[in-house]
């Protein structure tokens, strides 16, 4: 994120995104006076003048990667994941997730936050779920692609039971998307390595979602991801 829906405001014809930016609300917990002030001036490289910071301090502040407009259908596939689990005997044992969106649940809606009382996220599924089928059999597809080679290491396809959101979610405040996950072995993987080490390898994930049926595509999504297990081991340290 942040992922904002504009469909209802983008005409066929040229369109012009616009960003304002603005002083943030005064904080009251500091100087009440001094915050007031900073609601009528932006200071460069700062958004405000408090008591913690002056002016001249470096601040991330608004949009500072890249902007795009992104055209996804109903059912789609979102948020993909991948991490190395382990490297064994010449393979490499891959954990992939992504999200299954449907109009059921809008990834757009973020639920209401109770500061008081923190449990009820984390307890929202503590009493369990059963699940339900929508009736849609989804075929999804995984491959990895070598760059260095161009070579396909791995390619699987799985049928994917849509779930009826509307039946299983434990509370209606905390409706998610639908996870699938896989468990992938890639056999003699090209590891990733850190600069001056050796070859940064990366591989192409392609996944794609079809409708069983009819073979009809309904979504696709291609991103890359290098393979390396990192572990931070402490050693004995000895002090005279």
């Known amino acids: 994120g942040p992922v904002a829906d504009i469909s209802s405001y983008v005409n066929k014809g040229e369109n012009t995104l ?36 002056s002016n001249g301090d470096f601040s991330v502040f608004g949009i500072w990667r890249s902007v795009r407009i992104e055209v996804v259908p109903k059912i789609h596939l979102s948020r993909p994941h991948v991490y190395t689990k382990s490297i064994t005997d010449n393979k490499a044992n891959i954990h992939l997730e992504v999200e299954i969106a449907n109009p059921q649940v809008s990834e757009l809606d973020v639920p209401p936050c109770n500061l008081e009382s923190w449990s009820s ?22 491959e990895f692609i070598e760059w260095a080679t161009g070579n396909i290491v791995y390619s699987g396809r ?37 600069r001056h080490y050796g070859e940064a390898n990366l591989y192409e994930v392609k996944a794609s ?32």
């Open 121 to 142: 996220y984390a307890f929202a599924y503590a009493e369990g779920t059963a699940l339900r089928s929508s009736g849609t059999v989804l075929r999804l597809g995984i």
């Open 18 to 53: 616009l960003v304002e930016v603005t002083p943030p609300h005064p904080d009251y917990n500091m100087n009440p006076l001094r915050d007031e002030q900073a609601l009528c001036e932006i200071v460069p490289w700062n958004i405000r003048r408090d008591a913690t910071s």
């Open 209 to 240: 979602l079809k409708r069983r049926s009819s073979g009809e595509v309904l979504a696709e999504k291609n991103f890359t991801t290098g393979i390396r297990k990192i572990e931070l081991k402490a050693d004995a340290v000895w002090t005279d």
């Open 158 to 194: 799985n049928t994917v039971d849509l779930y009826d959101q509307n039946y299983f979610v434990r509370w209606s405040d905390f409706r998610e998307c639908q996870f699938y996950e896989e468990e992938i072995e890639i056999e003699n993987p090209r590891l990733w390595w850190p």
